[in-house]
């Protein structure tokens, strides 16, 4: 696609409940990135997809966190038991090498009541 | 490990010259960019820069220094749209290459 696509763009859900939150990067980048961003606080990294590589996990906070991403291109974030301190902004970004400029998707609104 | 800091918010008047400082400590560097990101928006590309010195782009500039770890965005005749959260990014040649900053808040006032 032309750029980066998130979705869903808004999800709400109850806590104790399980969200997948989808990213589709630009064709052809091998890097993929997952920030999360609360109100008016800068990004948080949670998880770095390079190629075929090993996934960085290192800034996932939690074990209720997980990521894949099949294929090289589309990933999927997936937080088991929703807690409400998760409520935030979920970015995905991609580049085509590391080291070049990040493309971002508009990101997915989770809100956890 | 690694350090980034920035203002944390910045207030200017339309029309005007404002300046926004990144500092940093990184091992393994490789560049550094500069994302603007308005409220509710996802960020967006402004500079890169990985040599010293500085870069222009209408009315955007920004200057880096590799041995005093220091950056700048320098945004000249400030308008409304400008208001804004600038985010500094190091890269480094290693792990999760893009580390971000706080980013700073900048209010752009009539």
């Known amino acids: 696609g032309a750029g980066v696509s998130q979705s869903p763009s808004n999800k709400v859900t109850e806590k104790g409940k399980d969200v997948e939150l989808r990213c589709d990067p630009i064709?052809?980048?091998?890097?993929l990135y997952w920030y999360r961003q609360s109100l008016g606080q800068g990004l948080e990294f949670l998880i770095y997809f390079q190629g075929n590589s090993a996934p960085d996990k290192s800034g996932l906070p939690s074990d209720r966190f997980s990521a894949e991403r099949t294929g090289g291109s589309v990933s999927t974030l997936t937080i088991q038991r929703t807690q409400q301190e998760d409520s935030a902004v979920y970015l995905c970004?991609?580049?085509?090498?590391?080291?070049?400029?990040?493309?971002f998707g508009s990101g997915t609104q989770l809100s956890v009541l | 490990g690694q350090n980034i800091d920035q203002p944390t918010e910045m207030t200017a008047t339309e029309g005007a010259i404002v300046q926004i400082n990144c500092t940093y400590q990184?091992?393994?560097?490789?560049?550094l960019f500069w994302y603007q990101q308005h409220a509710g928006e996802a960020p967006t590309f402004l500079s890169y820069n990985v040599l010293d010195g500085l870069e222009e782009k209408g009315r955007f500039s920004s200057f880096l220094s590799r041995s005093k770890g220091y950056s700048y965005l320098l945004l000249k005749e400030l308008q409304m749209k400008d208001s804004a959260s600038y985010l500094c990014?190091?890269?480094?040649?290693?792990?999760?290459?893009?580390?971000f900053g706080p980013g700073t808040r900048l209010s752009v006032l009539p």
């Open positions: 970004a991609s580049s085509f090498m590391p080291n070049e400029k990040l493309f």
């Open positions: 990014a190091v890269v480094r040649n290693y792990g999760q290459n893009f580390v």
């Open positions: 990184t091992s393994g560097f490789n560049g």
């Open positions: 064709s052809g980048h091998t890097a």
